[in-house]
């Protein structure tokens, strides 16, 4: 599929071009679906990922605030694949309401995770986010972002 010019999906390598997120703090693996408004992006959980050894160790689930930090870059990569950052600006996170858990994520399970832009006032952006696995809804949540200097 193609959108915005791009080959779908698109891969963690690619997305590294456009979120300056790494290694452990990089959530997004794949970009499946990307439209003017809406991407749907593959989250794998890490089933060796460090924060499972201690959150909650004898029945190990991924912490929401990890699930929310997902949908947030998944907003974040949106915002730059379909309307671009000029140099030294990245979008940060500036509120996030009304964030529901309703299913544990669990190691090695693959999140898919759908966000959409609601309103844009620039600098700032508003979304809507949900999170599954499984087709599962685990997470729902709605989140601001600003467009930020690094500078």
């Known amino acids: 599929m193609e959108c915005n010019n791009y080959i779908l999906p698109l891969n963690r390598d690619f997305i590294k071009g456009f979120l300056p997120h790494r290694d452990p703090m990089l959530f997004i693996d794949n970009v499946i679906s990307l439209e003017e408004n809406q991407i749907v992006v593959e989250s794998f959980v890490d089933p060796k990922a460090n924060y499972f050894k201690g959150h909650f160790p004898d029945m190990p689930v ?43 994520v669990l190691p090695g399970e693959k999140i898919t ?25 685990c ?11 690094n500078k």
């Open 113 to 137: 995770i759908h966000v959409e832009i609601e309103k844009i006032r620039l600098p700032f952006y508003k979304f809507k986010g949900v999170a599954k696995v499984q087709n599962k809804v």
């Open 62 to 104: 991924m912490p929401g605030v990890l699930i929310i930090e997902s949908v947030a870059q998944a907003g974040a990569l949106l915002v730059s694949l379909t309307r671009g950052l000029t140099e030294g600006k990245f979008i940060a996170f500036s509120s996030v309401e009304k964030v529901k858990f309703r299913h544990s």
């Open 139 to 149: 997470s729902t949540l709605v989140f601001s972002a600003a467009e930020m200097s």
